[in-house]
């Protein structure tokens, strides 16, 4: 299937969510580095280029940080992104995602995306975001059989995802649950940055 879909013009767009809290310490150990705020091949933080496509596939998206994140704040607002400082987000993935459900409950849906993957491209995103057409639908990519992000949530999913705790996010709920399946063709879905390596262009 081509990843070019378009969203339906006709349905509620779903919030975009840019998970962007997290501290990256595998990226460096000594905490000297901010991982989303190194660059890439054009001179831009890798978080500018996660929140600027997210921004360019969805209006407004909406991004979790930690409170004090200031220069992750002024580079999410360059990229188009609206930001939520949450102290929560301290207590990992989950807990941050939560805060971003919690501040849009009143959204037709969710598509969470991660900061250290830039990569993914805008069309894509749209297509994840137009496959959740039932209330309860979850969508997700695939590449190679693996499923990647970012993942798509209807608003059934409302009062679950304002429950999430801790650093494991909705993984538990993504293994449990059917999902809608985007096959497509970008390995992108599945790079994000964990090493100082990982930031090497795509080939």
Do not use: N, Y
């Not at 830039?118 to 994840?128: H, K, M, S, T, V």
């Not at 709920?173 to 390995?187: E, G, K, Q, Y």
Request: aromatic share 4%.
């Amino acid at each position: 299937m081509d990843d070019t879909a378009a969203f339906p013009s006709a349905r509620p767009v779903p919030q975009g969510i840019l998970l962007a809290a997290g501290l990256g310490s595998r990226f460096d150990p000594s905490g000297r580095q901010d991982k989303l705020l190194q660059t890439l091949a054009d001179g831009r933080p890798l978080l500018w280029h996660s929140a600027h496509h997210l921004a360019s596939a969805l209006p407004a998206p909406l991004a979790v940080i930690r409170p004090g994140q200031d220069v992750r704040r002024r580079v999410l607002e360059a990229a188009g992104c609206r930001v939520l400082e949450a102290a929560s987000a301290c207590a990992g993935m989950g807990a941050a995602l939560a805060a971003a459900v919690q501040a849009s409950t009143e959204a037709s849906g969710w598509v969470v995306a991660l900061g250290d993957m830039p990569w993914i491209p805008p069309d894509l995103i749209r297509r994840i975001a137009a496959a959740i057409d039932a209330p309860d639908a979850i969508a997700a990519p695939f590449h190679a059989a693996q499923r990647g992000h970012p993942v798509a949530f209807g608003p059934a999913w409302l009062q679950t995802l304002c429950g999430l705790q801790g650093d494991s996010g909705a993984r538990d709920l993504l293994r449990r649950r059917t999902l809608i399946r985007i096959d497509c063709t970008s390995p992108s879905i599945l790079r994000d940055v964990d090493l100082p390596d990982d930031l090497a262009a795509p080939t």
